[in-house]
């Protein structure tokens, strides 16, 4: 079975900066095309961010231009710098497959209030 761990979350105000880790278990990290997700309270989880196996990234217009994704196929990592929080960004951001194969992981919490 396949973990993914994320980390990275935190406490930030508005306008502050992220830097989000998902460490997965397996090699066969590096044959998927990963994703970013996140699921505010009373929400539905929602994507924000893919990146392909060789680094090509594609972001939702809520975070294009604030969010770049990246990942270390060495170290089947996967990172989300996330810069101008907004509140809005507050939500647990978890880590998977473009396609959702894997089992969720914990999550990561971020928080954007003043």
């Known amino acids: 079975q396949v973990q993914l761990v994320e980390s990275g979350g935190g406490l930030v105000h508005p306008g502050g900066s992220l830097r989000l880790s998902c460490a997965a278990s397996?090699?066969?990290?590096?044959?998927?095309?990963m994703g970013w997700y996140r699921q505010a309270p009373g929400n539905q989880r929602e994507r924000v961010a893919t990146i392909s196996t060789i680094g090509s990234p594609n972001y939702e217009d809520l975070v294009k231009g604030r969010f770049t994704i990246s990942r270390d196929n060495a170290k089947n990592t996967m990172y989300l710098q996330m810069n101008n929080l907004r509140p809005e960004d507050t939500a647990v951001y978890y880590c998977?497959?473009?396609?959702?194969?894997?089992?969720w992981g914990q999550g990561t919490q971020v928080t954007v209030s003043s």
């Open positions: 998977n497959t473009a396609s959702e194969n894997w089992f």
């Open positions: 397996t090699s066969l990290f590096t044959i998927y095309t």
